[in-house]
């Protein structure tokens, strides 16, 4: 019931909380026991529950280590003006080189002067190992047609060597050319090595080479281009073959992209229409290459539509009869001839025209003159004369034999000598390169004697020291200082491309002259 202090009434099921319960037998019968028991026996009871709950209880020999990390500090704010760090300097850039499909250390030049007789210790280099040994350049040889007026005489009854004109590449750094025409060494076996591999690291990174870079005395680049081509072309590089073959290859590429829809590469001089023109026939002739044909025949058809009737040149291209140049000229009747040997389409006209230009060049003596209207002859004219009637072929004996031993009889025995004259044999690589050529398909008692004149002095000239004092790398090269031509035109790749030409002599075309 309620009243004034409790005014709601309390259930009685609530107030059995507040009330004692009533032991269970279990706890009376427990403490009866314990009622009972002696002390002892309730402490050792005591002692044994201790002793439990110790043995039982959580114990941590050692501490263990807590890592703080954050510690949060209140720090007054500094009111000094916050001054910009100083930017750190740039970490220095290795300059990595593109690496070469060839490595370039211990290539062996000869650290000894070498001379006609003598030339010098042996290098140790195994031509067949140490150069051949990656695929030994094999190529399919193009036998020219059985109507190429390339060879004096019928192909039909050639001697076997006369088979394949671009055959002897595959013999580089043997010495051994069929038809018994050696003659190289193994300091021009290395001579031609190192100078590869100086082209290769001097080529743009687009795939040409730039004459003004090097020394040159003008935009040259096809020109230059084309002949460092030829030289990795004379060896038996290509752009399928070889350690050279991604040299080779851009350097094509850039002959491609850089040639007009008429066949012009671009020249800056015809020189180079000539020069470049050769080189992709070369290049067509030994892989047989799609694509590369087709620029070959481009090119050669441009030169065969501007030819003239008497057949000469000069810088800008045709020209009237008398202002015909046999140096200018003569690069197109080379790239005529290495156009047939590949087996593109060349006209007879072309040949024809070819034949009146050395006609009207010729003099009696055997010398063959710088232009049609002047009377005197030069020695490296009358060499680029002779090679020319050697690869047309035809009625040229007497007019060949004569240009030789005018050629004999003008450097007199003397061995070439790197100043810088014109009409230095090794001064003039221009005279060197032609007259090499000439003088090997002549073979006989003439080769010999001019093997000896031109190939340890030109070795000699190769340069041995790694970088010039520009810290550009020049060690293969030829320094263009030393050779006329190369001073104020050509520069060092003319110079390096010419000499390794000449010293490819052994194997690049084989013989093809014969009485």
Known sequence: MADEKNPLPIEETELDQYVEQEPSKWEEFLNRQLRRSPWWAISFLVHIIAVLVLWSWPYHAHAKD?????????????????????????????????????????????????????????????????????????????????????????????????????????????????????????????AVMAGLVWLAKAQENDGHWDCKKWDGGGDFDVGMTGLALLAFLGAGYTHTKGKF??????????????????????????????????????????????????????????????QPDHGGFRYGGAVPKDDGDMSVTGWQIMAIKSAICSELRVPQEAVERARVFLKNTYRDYGGSSYTVGSRGASAAMTSIGMLCRQFLGGDYDAEILAAADWLRKHQGGKPGVANGTKDSLVGDLYYTYYSV??????????????????????????????????????????DPQNHVWAKHSGGRVYATAMAVLSLEVYYRFLPVYKK
């Not at 290795?94 to 490595?103: A, G, K, R, S, T």
């Not at 093997?451 to 340069?463: A, E, G, H, S, T």
């Open 66 to 190: 807590t890592v703080i990390k954050d510690i949060k500090v209140d720090i007054v704010q500094d009111t000094t003006p916050e001054v910009p760090p100083e930017p750190p300097e740039p970490p220095e850039v290795e300059q990595i080189e593109e690496p070469l499909d060839v490595p370039i250390e211990d290539i062996p030049i000869s650290p000894e002067p070498v001379s006609k007789d003598e030339p010098g210790p042996d290098l140790g280099l195994d031509p067949t190992e140490d150069i051949m040994k990656d695929v030994e350049r094999p190529f399919t040889s193009i036998d020219p047609p059985s109507n190429t007026p390339v060879f004096g005489i019928d192909s039909q009854n050639a001697p076997a060597y006369n088979r394949g004109i671009y055959s002897g590449r595959k013999n580089f750094g043997t010495g051994k050319v069929p038809g018994g025409r050696g003659g190289t060494n193994a300091h021009a076996t290395s």
């Open 245 to 306: 073959k991604t040299t080779v290859e851009k350097g094509l590429e850039w002959m491609a992209k850089n040639q007009k829809d008429n066949g012009s590469f671009g020249w800056r001089t015809f020189y180079e229409q000539g020069i470049a023109t050769m080189a992709v026939s070369e290049a067509y002739g030994l892989t047989q290459s799609p694509a590369v044909g087709r620029m070959a025949q481009k090119a050669i058809d441009y030169v065969v539509k501007v």
């Open 437 to 478: 050529l000439a003088m090997f398909q002549m073979g006989g008692e003439w080769w010999p004697e001019w093997n000896k004149l031109f190939r340890d002095p030109l070795v000699k000239c190769q340069i041995h020291q790694v970088n010039d004092a520009r810290g550009r790398f020049v060690r293969g090269s030829w």
